[in-house]
């Protein structure tokens, strides 16, 4: 990264898909938005190396600091992605495939409405990770997220399916409004888990500062859950929303803690 | 102001029944004449089609619930942006467009009129300060009636003359159009948490019918003689079995006869048809009830419809029709906006996606179109989708090659999930016939501007009349090799004039025009029992003071067009 910008830097473009069948300078007149200027790629990065034929023989690795670099690997729908620092805000967002590896920490929004591949992340995420996009009800519907690190608030939400994978803590609201998919929190939670979920999973391994009052105690149950077997309570819930029904049954939302 | 003169272009015009003759068009002095001097600039439009601008008759397009759905919908913006770019403001929205995008896309199609369908009187101000903002095309805008508890109390005593009073009062404070009924007492019930589902249930309190209210209302329309017809959205809007309460609703136009100097023979306008031309108890056996709607308005001289196309997109549904948007959030689970508007009406939004896997969806698609096509007379029926009801207008190109062209309804019948439910549900399968550009200009021309009573200033190409034209990179002489082709071709027009200023050239925005603000201005004999009535309302129950009321002066309607009519004499 060289020039770095003064407002944050969008390059949607950094992406296999991008990126695919260009030469490395190609790649560099590939546009990016600062504010409201729109420059090139090469104003911001070296670029090194050619581009695979199609986004599925594709690998990008992003150096340096892009901590105010917003959009990397969006929309991406194959290929392989490496950021070795930490980004900004949408990394991987809209996402449809590949596999996208961020070694430092990724700021909100990342995987935003994610419909596949995998998004692993070292570090910290921020809010709305794997969430809906403002306004939408379609959240991740498939592909899988695992965040090493902490995650933020608001997680999931209106989240349709696919797994998060949580090895840290989390902020406040999991899985708000959330129609189905899993979510795995291996630290602690706070609260406000699974409001108005209508469909999902979400399984706690640390504690739960305050349980929403929408759920409601269904026994004890045994799983493995990523290797790990365990005994959790049940929950089923949220009991203040609408649920589907299968085979004649209600189908509620499930919470899982470890105890 | 410029000449030009359009040359060798297939021109149809159905109000001079001109049929694709090879003519030269003429415009001077923002009208269309009859030879122009040898300094007109030439627009060669051989092997094009030319047809004058084309007239909207119904849309959502400006005001506070358009702007509701904006706002709570940025989802709907999302990757449908486009940049300042030329002349053209930078603009967003996929269903509900900004004002600015709105015009450019209105104005690249070939529309050079449009009407914003559903204005609540308190918020006019709002909508004019968007038909202000929507560059090119001349707008106007139908305050609702249908709930307004003006009309209500003197309908219930047949007050055709306070009614009358009251209209030609609103119409000129707002600078309104036409009278606009939506579920007539329905959403006035709906403050009630009620309906009106047929056109005998009562109004709760007004102790009224929807059939007395809508025969009120076109009475009074007449005794006006307003430019338009009265424009109505029936009771029982989108519910398996409809069809019923719309033949009850057409029926009580049955006699009356249009009294007005515009030219129009309609007393009544229905609008959105497809949305009331359903057969069936519930959404398993729900069927098209499109032949017995199209057949009752065939028989019917003094009524005219518009289609409301389904086009298969995810939208955003807006009505005035209150406790129906209700009813639709309780079908799809999606966000639902609601607006009480004090005296005069309500309006709710929620999303929408007709998907062409879901068997219903694709029923309504197939509804839509059966309508035009089974209509006899095609100068009574519109080609709408009520936007953005049934799907955003920028889709106008796509319901036009449907219509156009079997082969490219049977592509869209065989990629339906539900097909044979399609066709076992609605009689789209067996119909061959495809809509000439006669019959198109007819619908979306001359019919439309008749209806309006503005037949005389738009929708046609005789000399005299507003230079507003449109050239279609469309040659009729050969056949149609893919019906993709009707689709591009009125998508972008190659040239659009309005009011004699080129507007668009290769598809592209290149002049911003005269835009105007059509309105009616009605002169009444004085009534001083309405006006105590209105001064009466605004102190007891009004949020705000009658001075506060009116859209007046240059900030609200910068450019206005005001048709005059003199009732004072009956």
């Known amino acids: 990264m060289k020039n770095p910008p003064a407002l944050y830097l969008e390059a949607d473009n950094v992406t296999p898909d991008g990126f695919a069948g260009k030469t490395a300078a190609q790649i560099t007149e590939l546009h990016v938005h600062e504010g409201n200027t729109t420059s090139t790629l090469g104003k911001y990065f070296e670029v090194s190396g050619n581009a695979g034929a199609t986004a599925a023989d594709t690998k990008i690795i992003v150096k340096g600091d892009v901590k105010k670099v917003k959009y990397l690997g969006m929309k991406m729908s194959a290929g392989e992605m490496v950021i070795e620092g930490s980004a900004d805000q949408y990394v991987g967002a809209w996402m449809t495939g590949g596999k996208l590896l961020a070694k430092g920490n990724v700021e909100a929004f990342a995987a935003t409405a994610m419909r596949g591949g995998e998004l692993i992340v070292e570090g910290n995420a921020g809010n709305y990770l794997g969430a809906a996009y403002r306004g939408d009800w379609r959240g991740m519907s498939s592909g899988k997220i695992l965040i090493k690190g902490n995650a933020g608030s608001d997680i999931g939400m209106y989240m349709t399916g696919g797994e998060i994978v949580v090895n840290g803590n989390v902020d406040v609201h999991v899985m708000t409004h959330a129609e189905g998919g899993k979510t795995i929190v291996k630290g602690n939670t706070k609260s406000k888990l699974g409001g108005q979920l209508v469909d999902g999973t979400i399984i706690v391994f640390g504690n739960i500062e305050t349980m929403m009052p929408g759920y409601k105690p269904n026994g004890e149950v045994e799983l493995e859950v990523d290797g790990v077997k365990a005994l959790f309570s049940h929950y089923i819930g949220d009991m203040g929303e609408r649920h589907k029904k299968r085979k004649g049954a209600i189908v509620y939302g499930n919470l899982y803690k470890k105890i | ?570």
């Not at chain 2, 307003?226 to 019923?244: A, D, M």
């Open chain 2, 1 to 570: 102001m410029s000449e030009y003169i359009i040359k060798n272009g297939s021109v149809f015009d159905p109000v001079q029944g001109i049929k694709g003759d090879k003519k030269d068009i003429a415009i001077k002095d923002g009208k269309i004449a009859d030879k122009v001097s040898s300094a007109a600039k030439v627009i060669d439009a051989k092997g094009m089609t030319v047809m004058a601008g084309a007239v909207e008759i119904h849309a959502h397009i400006a005001g506070p619930k358009v702007n509701l759905g904006r706002i709570y919908r940025p989802e709907d913006k999302l990757f449908s942006c486009t940049p300042t770019r030329g002349m053209e403001r930078m603009g967003g929205g996929a269903s509900i467009p900004t004002t600015f995008k709105t015009g450019y896309e209105y104005a690249k199609m070939g529309y050079t009129t449009a009407m914003e369908a559903a204005m609540p009187p308190m918020f006019a101000k709002h909508v004019h300060e968007e038909i202000r903002d929507t560059p090119i095309i001349d707008e106007g805008a139908f305050p609702v009636f249908g709930n307004n508890w003006f009309v209500l109390e003197y309908l219930k005593n047949h007050e055709i003359e306070n009614t009358a009073a009251y209209i030609a009062w609103l119409l000129r404070v707002t600078k309104g159009y036409a009278v606009k009924v939506v579920n007539p007492g329905g959403t006035e019930a709906w403050a009630w948490g009620l309906n009106c589902l047929s056109v005998n249930d009562p109004v709760p309190y007004f102790d009224i019918t929807p059939a007395e209210i809508v025969k009120g209302l076109i009475e009074a329309n007449e005794y006006l003689g307003l430019p338009h017809s009265v424009h109505i959205h029936p009771n029982n809007l989108g519910n398996p079995g409809c069809y019923e309460t719309t033949l009850d609703t057409l029926k009580l136009a049955e006699g009356m006869k249009a009294k007005n100097k515009f030219g129009r023979e309609s007393v009544l306008h229905l609008t959105h048809t497809q949305f009331h031309s359903y057969g069936g108890t519930n959404w398993a056996d729900f069927e098209s009830k499109a032949k017995e709607v199209t057949d009752y308005v065939n028989k019917n001289k003094n009524i005219t419809i518009d289609t409301g196309n389904v086009t298969l997109d995810e939208t955003t549904t807006m009505t005035a029709d209150g406790p129906f948007e209700h009813h639709l959030t309780g079908l799809n689970n999606l966000k639902w906006a609601n607006v009480d508007v004090e005296l005069e009406t309500a309006a709710g939004v929620v999303p929408y996606i007709y998907s062409p896997n879901i068997s219903v969806c694709a029923i309504q698609w197939a509804i839509g179109l059966e309508i035009p096509l089974m209509i006899k007379d095609p100068m009574r029926c519109y080609i709408t989708t009520d936007h953005p009801n049934a799907g955003p207008f920028t889709r106008y190109p796509r319901v036009i090659k449907w219509l156009m062209s079997k082969k490219a309804r049977d592509t869209q019948i065989n990629a339906f999930k539900h097909k044979d439910k399609v066709l076992s549900q609605t009689s789209i399968g067996s119909i061959d016939k495809e809509l000439s550009l006669y019959e198109l200009a007819q619908m979306t021309r001359a019919g439309p501007a008749k209806c309006l009573g503005l037949a005389n200033m738009c929708g046609g190409l005789k000399p005299g009349m507003d230079a507003d034209v449109a050239v279609y990179n469309f040659n009729p002489d050969k056949p149609v090799a893919n019906p993709e082709d009707i689709e591009t071709a009125f998508s972008r027009c190659a040239h659009v004039f309005k009011s004699g200023v080129e507007v668009v050239k290769h598809g592209e925005i290149v002049g911003t025009g005269n835009k105007r603000t059509l309105w009616v201005n009605v002169k009444v004999n004085d009534n001083p029992q309405v006006m105590r009535d209105i001064n009466e309302k605004f102190i007891k129950y009004y949020s705000m003071t009658q001075a506060n009321y009116e859209a007046l002066g240059h900030h609200f309607v910068p450019n206005p067009y005001a048709l005059e009519v003199d009732a004072t004499h009956v």
